[in-house]
């Protein structure tokens, strides 16, 4: 069997997973807009983001910059498809909602359910590699150590993510002002994540997403714990935020709640 193949089951088996969670969730509640509820959206979301890119090191290895764009630029256009209910971005956006007391609080709920779908995708996928699907999985599975993916200095690391971010945003906004077909611009955001991604792999791994970063790298050899939070969440942070200052901010999902006291302000 080739890789690719072995690869593609291992996604196509994420994201069944992860759809038959969110079908049972969506069966067992009756309230979806209650906090709880979205936090498991949250949780199940952040898993399928975090669990492909386990793989992606393997795809490198055996078909090179070209095969990390294919597949990181499918498994985008897979989540646009798939994600419905997650925040689905590098840090909790709920810093603009009208009560700051909530928001934080929703934040911080939030980031700790990301950490801890980081934190188990990793036993899902090793979960898969214990199917033996490839010999290449089996190889991963019997990995004791993991190395970091980051090969140049501290700061140079942080100014590629950081600027990764920011120019990933900055192309969403570029689209998204000049055409109006929201698939177009889906489509076009995906081959940009996956141009990124090809172009800074060598250099950091290209993550540009904390949560993701700390689900592959963090505790690997080659840096410490101090570089991996100033390369891999206080610069993708920094950059987030400026390219929010600088192009609008995030559009926030307000409880039923909110929306009627927003509707009540609009109205004064």
Known sequence: ???????????ATTFAVCELLRFSVSRLVDNPKRLSVQLLFEFIGTVQVCVPMFDVGTIMDHYGIIGVFVEITVIELANCYFMRDAVAHPCPLVTSCYRKSKAIRRA???????????????FLARSFWKLGVHPVHEELLHQDTCTSDLTVAL????????????LAKAFENFI???????????????????????LGIHYTGM?????????????????SHIGHLFVYWLSPLIGWYIAEKVFGEVDVDFGEDDIAVEQIKKTE
Request: charged content about 15%.
């Open 1 to 11: 069997m080739r890789v690719w193949v072995a690869s593609s089951i291992f996604y």
């Open 108 to 122: 911080v709920y939030v980031f700790l359910v990301e950490l801890a779908a980081a934190y188990a995708s990793y």
């Open 155 to 166: 700061t140079t690391g942080a100014l590629i993510e950081g600027a990764a971010t920011f």
């Open 176 to 198: 998204e002002e000049r055409y109006e077909d929201t698939r177009m611009c889906s489509v076009a955001n995906c081959i940009f994540s996956g141009l990124l991604c090809a």
């Open 207 to 223: 993550y540009a997403n904390p949560i993701v970063a700390w689900a592959c790298t963090f505790n690997c050899e080659g840096v």
